[in-house]
């Protein structure tokens, strides 16, 4: 079964400073699609960037992007340039031929 | 463009009740599928429908069904209800066509309680 594993419970930030995020998954697949979720206090779940395991170039989304190391298993998020508004719950999640499975989830804190 | 809408927005039950939930689909979306999240856990699938049928299930126990309408809309139906089933529950919607790209879209939640 896949697994995805988020090692940092918490993390906090000072505004306008970079952050990165951390991801492992395990699986056997050979196709799949990776993603980072953000859920405000609002608790609905935000598409943030996706990746697909295919593509060597890592995704990037204005101020997000990714480091994926397919052969690690690792798909860490960069947060440039943080803002008051990125403040959320940060999840990470895989999608291979069956469902979508989800990390533990990092609470990102922003210090103005 | 509506997203996807859930009801209602909290819950309380006790103990051995039976519980309804909703969800209508980003319109054009075909495919609904159905997440428990815990308190300070990642989501946790527990099934998907198109078509009117169950097409995949996580690992949860019979007491969780659902259904869909001929409009893509849903329901989560939870029996006997457990302390442990407090939790948010979140619908998540796609269209069938688009499923190699899977970028489901989510409801708000349905936050349940039970006592």
Known sequence: ???????????????????????????????????????PPSRQMILV???EAYKQQNATENRFSVNFQKAAKSF?????DSQLGDAAMYFCAYQGAQKLVFGQGTRLTINP | DAGVTQSPTHLIKTRGQQVTLRCSPKSGHDTVSWY???????????FQYYEEEERQ????????SGHQFPNYSSELNVNAL?????????????????LAKNIQYFGAGTRLSVL
């Open chain 2, 82 to 98: 457990l302390l442990g089933d407090s939790a948010l529950y979140l619908c998540a919607s796609i269209r069938r066509f688009d």
């Open chain 1, 76 to 80: 860490s998020l960069k947060i440039s």
């Open chain 1, 49 to 51: 960037i996706r990746q």
């Open chain 2, 36 to 46: 428990q999240q815990a308190l300070g856990q990642g989501p946790q699938f527990i």
């Open chain 1, 1 to 39: 079964a896949q697994t995805v594993t988020q090692s940092q419970p918490e993390m906090s930030v000072q505004e306008a400073e970079t952050v990165t995020l951390s991801c492992t998954y395990d699986t056997s697949e050979s196709d799949y699609y990776l993603f980072w979720y953000k859920q």
């Open chain 2, 57 to 64: 299930r996580g690992n949860f126990p019979d007491r969780f």
